[in-house]
């Protein structure tokens, strides 16, 4: 999402940097680039225009702040006007006051609908707020047992009266039920087409007519560029809607979707979707999706996500055993699994500062196979071979079996103990004061990722600036290379 989109900006940054000042001549130059990028990545030719005219009269005659450079300054310039093109803040999900709050989704066939519809009842179930899924789509083959299996899934109900049943009367009723329930969101998941139809539009002007909704969420498929901002203004001036839902920006989308939508229909964008899992939705934040796009990470998203998944309980059990290193292979199989649960390790990756664009698509694969192989490793471990890893240390004919069950190598094997045995004693010195250098986690060496994840630095082994180790003067040349010490990588 957005790779290339960042890559061309990166372009339009060295335009402008190493200048004293902003002039006419450099902010051009850096236009041009970010013009040809909003329109590779398909965003609406009008959005493209008003926003490189809003960027230029911001930016010319702009003074540079002292201490900040040009090329920084024209950054936060540009920053600034992504996220006032997609809104400038979130728009929540309606909580109305009259029980229940009731959400009609809306939207074209294939995309994604009624997942979508699954995926914001676990949000909202994750905000303490009870949902209940209503099936009216009547038409398209296995559409209500596809929201019944998900509400399974996600042990949520779903109301349905079967495929003879009058929509307009499943929904009627599917709120009536609700209300009697002391339900708190209904969400009911309606038809959709192939194309806007005028039976299509008729249909959902009855359903909203009837059950008169707090919202109508259309669900738009990101994939189709600058064309889902136009679908999103279609069904607003036809039947009235309050907000998108923006699927499969995990995908190839080049982001045309995400800066078209909010300018060219009016209406927010409140949730996009991030995968194919249920868990995969994530409510829109247009400052955060500025920072992703300029490649400066989305913290506050990462923290999010670690918050729903880390048991602070068990995090404070795990710091002891990290100090008093008695952290086992159990402990670090926990952490391996919580990080999957997090989304991919690209995912990750991209919404860390300065990360998003400095790792290849290769490097990344590589990595989610070491995690991959280090998991298969420790699943071949005896619950005593966890806890207790020096018994693998000792005995060669334990890592042979482990090799055998796992279908890797007894020198894989022997490596990730070796490189646990040190991690163990790293984090034992840390514990007491001491910081020595930090060569990675073992299984997770990628090269090029260098102190984070060891592996082969492309500063040939020195720290990133900012990190311990890192030398603002050329190293002094070594008599001999001598084999480093460190974890390595797998």
């Not at 539009?201 to 994939?223: F, G, I, R, S, Y």
């Not at 409140?270 to 796009?293: C, H, T």
Request: glycine residues 10%; charged residues 25%.
């Amino acid at each position: 999402m957005f790779d290339a989109l960042a890559d061309r900006l990166e372009g339009a940054w060295k335009k402008i940097r190493g200048q004293d000042k902003i002039s006419e001549a450099n902010v051009q130059e850096a236009l041009r680039e970010v013009r040809r990028a909003l329109l590779e990545a398909d965003v609406n030719l009008q959005v493209v225009k008003t926003f490189v005219a809003d960027v230029q009269e911001k930016a010319l005659g702009a003074e540079v702040v002292a201490g900040v450079n040009p090329g920084q300054q024209f950054i936060k310039i540009v920053y600034d006007e992504l996220a006032a093109i997609m809104g400038e803040t979130n728009v929540p999900l309606a909580d109305s006051s009259t029980k229940p709050t009731i959400v009609l989704m809306a939207g074209l066939q294939g995309t994604g609908k009624t997942t979508a519809t699954a995926k914001l009842a676990l949000h909202l179930r994750k905000l303490d707020r009870s949902a209940l899924l209503v099936a009216t789509d009547v038409y398209r083959p296995a559409a209500i047992d596809q929201l019944v299996t998900l509400g399974k899934q996600i042990d949520v109900p779903v109301f349905e009266l079967g495929k003879d049943a009058d929509p307009v009367e499943i929904a009627r009723q599917g709120v009536a039920k609700a209300r009697a329930d002391g339900i708190d969101t209904v969400i009911i998941d309606t038809a959709g087409r192939l194309q806007i139809d005028s039976t299509m539009m008729a249909e959902l002007a009855q359903v909203k007519a009837t059950v008169q909704p707090d919202e109508v969420l259309l669900v738009v498929d990101a994939m189709t560029g600058q064309e889902a901002a136009n679908l999103t203004r279609s069904f607003h001036e036809e039947i009235g809607i309050t907000g998108a839902i923006l699927t499969k920006m995990d995908g190839d989308t080049r982001g045309g979707a995400a800066l078209s939508v909010r300018r060219i229909s009016g209406q927010p964008i409140k949730f996009i979707g991030v995968g194919e899992k249920v868990e995969a939705l994530q409510p829109f934040y247009p400052d955060r999706m500025a920072q992703r796009i300029l490649g400066m990470g989305d913290v506050l998203t990462l923290v999010e996500k670690a918050q729903e998944e880390v048991d602070f309980a068990d995090a404070e059990k795990l710091q002891e055993k990290i100090l008093t290193a008695k952290f086992d292979f159990t402990d670090f199989l926990k952490q391996l699994r919580m990080m999957k649960n997090m989304g991919s390790l690209a995912g990750i990756m991209k919404l860390i500062p300065g990360m998003g664009n400095k790792i290849s698509e290769e490097q990344l694969q590589q990595g989610e196979v070491q995690l991959k192989r280090t998991e298969a490793m420790i699943n071949s471990m005896t619950k005593a071979e966890r806890k207790d890893p020096d018994l693998l240390a000792g005995s060669p004919s334990r890592r042979q079996r482990i090799a055998k069950g796992s279908g890797y190598g007894v020198a894989e094997v022997s490596k990730l103990v070796a490189d646990f045995q040190k991690m163990r004693t790293m984090m034992q010195q840390m514990g007491q004061g001491n910081f020595p250098g930090m060569g990675g986690m073992p299984g997770m060496g990628m090269p090029g990722m260098g102190g984070m994840f060891g592996g082969d630095s492309p500063r040939g082994g020195q720290a990133a600036p900012g990190w311990r180790g890192y030398q603002t003067q050329p190293a002094k040349k070594k008599k001999k290379d001598k084999k480093k010490k460190g974890f390595g990588s797998l």
